[in-house]
């Protein structure tokens, strides 16, 4: 029984087969990619924030 089509990642670049009962589109090691970059992103709006928070007191200081 080898019908079944065999599920790849789903980044054009890595192609990885998935297991059969995987649960997600990218392979593990893409996904943790993405969630790297998801990451970065979580700490620049943090420090945005961050910044803004910082310029605030300081206004209330001065
Ligand atoms: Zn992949």
């Given at each position: 029984m080898k019908n079944k089509e065999t599920r790849v990642c789903k980044n054009k670049k890595?192609?990885?087969p998935l297991p059969?009962?995987?649960k997600h589109?990218?392979?593990e090691a893409c996904r943790n990619k993405r969630f790297d970059k998801i990451k970065d992103g979580n700490k620049i709006a943090l420090s945005?924030?961050?910044?803004g928070i910082i310029?605030?007191?300081?206004k209330d200081i001065i």
């Open positions: 890595c192609q990885k059969e009962d995987y589109s990218y392979c945005v924030l961050g910044l310029f605030k007191k300081a």
